[in-house]
């Protein structure tokens, strides 16, 4: 009986891909470069919405930018705009199709106007003596593409989501962001003499887990520089290693800009005269699972700037852990936090060689937070704690290591866990810690959460989600129900989140799920278990399956008041 129930529903499944794919193939068209158009612009202009434009295997010199609004090359009446969806796609794998910019600052694709629809660039390399693309108008779709040795900036967009990419090796700097995301890329090798070595970032924009490593600024901000702080950007589940700057920030730099969120960043090995970490200048920046490690010359430096810190490590670096520069009207939150052997102390005292006429060292507010043996001296500091960490292992570093200008100090990171004979485990507090620690262990598993970015022992991670979604798409529809009967009988990657796949909250995920929500949306019969199909929640149910990642709720980063000293749950110890 199971057998012919799964036959059936298997063969209807089949039946409704197969109509989609060919009804989908009946409009769209693949133009192919260079055997049907002798460049990607003439396929351009003969394409129509929906098009795919496949680039074979080669070389293209690029002497004229491609534009990529169909409207000013020609292919439609400005005054009848309608949505134009094309993808441009390399074929034979990353680095087979190479664009080659010949005009000096120019780049090699760019859009010279406003027009609906969606651009997808993917596979392509960009190379050369310009700059990458340019896109300012209308949303762009870039992955699996490499920009490499360019002497430009390799990107620049407004409105765009770029993922699994690589720019390296630029020499006008790596990418601009204008409320823009950018998922899973490497950022590497990139330099400018103006700020922002690997990334500007405005706006709300998403940078979520990429490397970022050994980018140089003359400026500020040698891997990361914020600038016009209109927005609420994000900056999660990074590395960022070994980038340099020549006055502020190696690693990231702020400037005048309100409502950062960075968390779960492994920031270590960076360098900036006046803070390797991060600086920020006038602005409100919350930073929760963060380690700062073997940055130079302080770790973080900020000035006239409200920062909250929540479960971050900071540890071996040169001078200070963190420097607070304010006029009184600003305030510097730690809970949850280490402080261990910084050069100087975790933070400086006033007077101190950083102050200037306006702005003194002040003191933070620490709530169980550990900071090092020379900060005790003979001020009360409420919620400080004066124990050793116990970290598996410290990191080593030599400062004095240099390679053409670019930091290497790291000889061997640290690993900064607590042992198990450590004082600083299951003592934070539960309230102020998030669900996973840097790594996306979890962390609320007894009364209280270990001190530092990482959380010791297994502990299985509450990721809110929603229950159904199994593309991760935030809507529930047929499409999940199909992805959770084929992730049941076809070979594939394990799900990140099982429990949106459990729709009935057995504890299992089985045929029953997918039939599950098909009843619920068809049939109007049930509804999916709690927290249910359109809200963010945490499965309170105990059993084997669980979510590790689902990054539509996980994103949600309001509860930014969570170190709000007149809240009612910030105390001291």
Known sequence: MFELKRDLILKAFASIVAVFVFSHSLVAESLRVPQEYSSIQAALIAASSG??????????????????????????????????????????????????????????????????????????????????????????????????????????????????????????????????????????????????????????SLVKDCVIQGNKSVSGGGGLDFFDGAGDPVIDGCQI?????????????????????????????????????????????????????????????????DINLASCTIADN???????????????????????????????????DQANDREICRTPLFDTTILQPEDQQDEELAGALFIDPQFIREGNYNFDQFDKGFPQFIIESGDYHLNELSEARSIGVSRFARETDLLGNGRKC?????????????C??????????????????????????????????????????????????????GIHVLSVLFLGVGEIAPPGMNSCGIDETIDGIHCQRYDPCELDFSSRIFLDPDHPDFTRA
């Open 51 to 204: 098009d795919v434009i496949r680039v074979a295997p080669g070389e293209y010199p690029i002497s004229q930018a491609v534009d990529l609004t169909h409207i000013a090359i020609g292919h439609q009446d400005p005054s009848e705009e309608s949505p134009f969806d094309v993808s441009i796609v390399g074929e034979g794998g990353p680095g087979a199709v190479t664009l080659i910019g010949t005009q000096i600052d120019a780049p090699i694709m760019t859009q010279s106007r406003h027009a609906k629809g969606l651009l997808t660039i993917e596979g392509l390399t960009f190379t050369g003596a310009g700059k990458g693309v340019t896109f300012y108008h209308s949303p762009v779709f870039i992955k699996d593409c490499i920009f490499e040795n360019l002497n430009g900036r390799a990107l620049d967009l407004n409105r765009g989501l770029i993922e699994n990419s690589t720019i390296q090796n630029c020499t006008g700097g790596g990418a601009i962001l204008h409320h823009s995301e950018m998922i899973s890329c490497v950022i590497e090798g990139n330099s400018t003499t103006f700020r922002g070595g690997g990334i500007k970032v405005s706006g709300n």
């Open 241 to 305: 290693i070994g980038n340099t700057a020549g006055q502020d920030g190696g690693g990231i730099a702020i400037e005048e800009y309100f409502g950062i969120t960075i968390s779960n960043c492994w920031i270590e090995g960076n360098f900036s005269p006046r803070a390797g970490g991060l600086t920020s200048h006038y602005g409100d920046v919350s930073l929760s699972n963060c380690l700062f490690a073997g940055n130079a010359n302080n770790a973080i430096l900020v000035e006239l700037t």
């Open 318 to 352: 040169k001078e200070f852990g963190l420097v607070f520069l304010g006029d009184g009207e600003q305030a510097a939150r730690v809970v949850n936090s280490i402080f261990w052997k910084n050069g100087k102390g975790a933070f400086p005292r006033h007077p101190c």
């Open 446 to 458: 007894g009364d209280g959460v270990d001190l530092g970015a990482f959380q010791s022992g297994f």
């Open 460 to 513: 299985p991670p509450r990721i809110p989600f929603k229950r159904g979604d199994a593309d991760q798409s935030e809507l529930v529809d047929i499409t999940d129900a199909i992805l959770s009967l084929q992730g049941l009988f076809f070979a594939g990657p394990p799900p990140l989140c099982e429990d949106a796949l459990d729709t009935n909250d057995d504890g299992l995920w089985d045929i029953t799920d």
